[in-house]
């Protein structure tokens, strides 16, 4: 990223960060009820927890409303969140005073080369154009130290879901789906190969299954 650029000098994150500030007001309350119930995602971050590697901050990375980097800074980690959304960051930071949250994309993290002991992308990689993801899979490489852990989080399936309503506001948002089957070479190719991978069907309320892949920066 050049030094005059911005962090939203791409044309996805526009509605994505406009979509996201829409709905920041009730999507915090919305998301603590949700995540109370994702038994299996906490598991797997309490076994992505254990590969940390100690003394090294992790980032949570596309954060919201903060509630999975207070969940980590729960389980002892030394985490911090980084979102696209103004207004996201602002209900983080609310909730979540004692915390650390910037603003910051996927894209182009603002964090020097190999200084992080893991990193989570919780439901935030799904923003992003399939097209575009080796690109991103590639800035979580560098800025991972080896050893590391990634653990990302998305619905399973195929194609985009477009929204362009959410929690009764009016967005643009495109949902991409992945399977494990599919990102594990992307995952691979980026020096990031997948470790363990768990699969869970949806909720009452979930449209689709979800999926968590660890991977482990090669040491």
């Known amino acids: 990223m050049t030094s005059d650029s911005h962090p939203d000098d791409d044309t996805f994150l526009h509605p994505t960060r406009a979509?996201?500030?829409?709905?920041?007001a009730d999507y915090a309350e919305h998301f603590r009820t949700e995540f109370a119930g994702m038994k299996l995602g906490r598991a797997m971050l309490g076994a992505f927890a254990e590969y940390v590697r100690p003394g090294l901050p992790v980032a949570d990375v596309g954060c919201g409303p903060g509630g999975v980097t207070a969940h980590l800074?729960?389980?002892g980690v030394d985490t911090f969140g980084i979102d696209l959304s103004p207004g996201?960051?602002?209900?983080?930071?609310?909730e979540h005073p004692d915390l650390r949250f910037e603003r910051?994309?996927?894209?182009?993290?603002?964090?020097p080369d190999g200084t992080l002991g893991g990193m989570v992308a919780w439901y935030s990689l799904i923003h992003v154009p399939p097209e575009r993801v080796p690109a991103v899979l590639a800035e979580f490489h560098r800025v991972l130290t080896p050893g590391a852990p990634l653990l990302l989080a998305f619905q399973q399936g195929e194609g985009v879901l477009h929204l362009d309503e959410a929690l009764g506001h009016a967005v643009s948002l495109d949902f991409h789906r992945w399977t494990v089957t599919r990102l594990a070479p992307l995952?691979?190719?980026s020096g990031l190969p997948?470790?363990?991978h768990?699969?869970?069907?949806?909720?009452p309320h979930e449209r689709t299954p979800s999926a968590y892949t660890l991977s482990l920066k090669p040491a």
């Open 19 to 24: 979509g996201y500030d829409a709905v920041a």
């Open 73 to 75: 800074a729960g389980l």
């Open 88 to 94: 996201m960051l602002t209900v983080a930071r609310r």
């Open 104 to 111: 910051g994309t996927m894209t182009a993290l603002d964090v």
């Open 187 to 189: 995952l691979a190719a």
């Open 194 to 196: 997948l470790h363990a």
């Open 198 to 203: 768990l699969l869970r069907d949806p909720e």
